[in-house]
């Protein structure tokens, strides 16, 4: 999957750039991909697919590397940024079932099925939903996920993001798609990010071409709540946006383990502003880790205080003490 996003990214920038030549110099295992037997939220680094290639970009080994956008922390190490998020793919999950369970939906699973997923945010919501069901880890790649799913009889169906089903070509695969009634996805699902070098203007320029305004936005706001909250991949922190008409609407929750108590709140601001050539020192505005020239600063501003404001606004009614709750049991399983 992450060849198959980066060569995506890079096709798109052949098309902008014919005269240059890109090279997709490395492929890396991250200490994401090599630690297979540790549920992610166990592991405690906080950025588990992103330290090795952060390194190789130090290094001027690369100079740019594609992301999954909900893999980076809301904080990137100094001297990094986001140089481009490219338009969304769905956002949703989606739910793969055993090929016996081929037609059914999670309601109509039997007592006790066990639903493999390794995302907290999505077994806490599903819990709640579906109280009838199991949830298991699982980990692995996509490919090694569908392939314990198929071989073995351990899991009734496992959840995954619908972006990665489509764009590995496996959207037929796809069950159910989880709505925001079902399940609030995680913050920037769906989205690929071009991470750069911060002080490289030239390779900053080019990508910034890739941005797409909406996206960037949504992920800017989705971000800022997560980083307002301290979220990551040890609670359960989810998100829905939607921007219609220059109003960008963001749900925000916050879950225990279980999902038997949460917070959701929803609030929108205006982000209709005209663009400003905004030459000089604010060139380099970083928004949660995103450095987007060709969108409105004063958007982008009004993004970023959307999800702080709803996170505050959680935290307000108790936010903090689910989610620090959530953290030691799952410190402690």
């Known amino acids: 999957?992450?060849?198959?996003?980066?060569?995506?990214?890079?096709?798109?920038?052949?098309?902008?750039?014919?005269?240059?030549?890109?090279?997709?110099?490395?492929?890396?295992?991250?200490?994401?991909?090599?630690?297979?037997?540790?549920?992610?939220?166990?592991?405690?680094?906080?950025?588990?697919?992103?330290?090795?290639?952060?390194?190789?970009?130090?290094?001027?080994?690369?100079?740019?590397?594609?992301?999954?956008?909900?893999d980076l922390p809301t904080s990137l190490p100094p001297?990094?940024?986001?140089?481009?998020?490219?338009?969304?793919?769905?956002?949703?999950?989606?739910?793969?079932?055993?090929?016996?369970?081929?037609?059914?939906?999670?309601?109509?699973?039997?007592?006790k099925s066990v639903i493999g997923t390794s995302s907290l945010r999505r077994?806490?919501?599903?819990?709640?939903?579906?109280?009838?069901?199991?949830?298991r880890d699982i980990r692995g790649n996509l490919n090694t996920r569908l392939k314990k799913l198929d071989e073995k009889e351990d899991f009734s169906a496992i959840v995954l993001a619908a972006a990665g089903l489509k764009r590995m070509g496996w959207e037929n695969r796809i069950g159910q798609l989880l709505g925001p009634e079902d399940c609030l996805y995680a913050v920037g699902q769906g989205a690929l990010a071009v991470e750069v070098r911060a002080k490289d203007q030239?390779?900053?320029?080019?990508?910034?071409?890739?941005?797409?305004?909406?996206?960037?936005?949504?992920?800017?706001?989705?971000?800022?709540?997560?980083?307002?909250?301290?979220?990551?991949?040890?609670?359960?922190?989810?998100?829905?946006?939607?921007?219609?008409?220059?109003?960008?609407?963001?749900?925000?929750?916050?879950?225990?383990?279980?999902?038997?108590?949460?917070?959701?709140?929803t609030m929108q601001t205006g982000v209709s502003y005209p663009h400003q050539n905004e030459d000089g020192p604010n060139d380099d505005?970083?928004?949660?880790?995103?450095?987007?020239?060709?969108?409105?600063?004063q958007a982008q501003e009004a993004a970023e205080n959307l999800g702080v404001e709803l996170a505050s606004l959680l935290l307000s009614k108790g936010a903090k003490h689910i989610l620090s709750v959530a953290r030691q049991l799952n410190d402690a399983r």
């Open 202 to 265: 030239e390779i900053l320029h080019m990508v910034s071409a890739l941005h797409d305004a909406d996206t960037v936005l949504c992920c800017i706001a989705e971000r800022a709540f997560m980083k307002r909250l301290e979220g990551g991949c040890s609670v359960p922190v989810a998100v829905n946006t939607l921007l219609k008409d220059g109003q960008l609407y963001l749900t925000g929750a916050v879950y225990s383990l279980d999902g038997s108590d949460s917070l959701k709140e």
């Open 1 to 70: 999957l992450a060849r198959i996003q980066t060569d995506s990214v890079v096709m798109m920038l052949r098309e902008l750039y014919p005269d240059l030549h890109f090279e997709i110099a490395v492929a890396m295992s991250t200490t994401g991909d090599k630690i297979l037997d540790t549920a992610l939220s166990k592991i405690g680094e906080k950025s588990l697919f992103t330290k090795e290639l952060e390194n190789a970009l130090e290094r001027n080994e690369v100079d740019l590397v594609v992301h999954s956008l909900k």
């Open 79 to 111: 001297g990094f940024t986001i140089g481009a998020v490219c338009k969304r793919e769905n956002p949703l999950d989606a739910v793969v079932f055993h090929p016996k369970n081929c037609g059914k939906t999670l309601s109509l699973l039997p007592e």
């Open 123 to 135: 077994a806490a919501q599903l819990k709640k939903k579906f109280p009838h069901l199991e949830f």
């Open 285 to 297: 505005v970083q928004h949660v880790g995103i450095t987007a020239k060709n969108v409105p600063g």
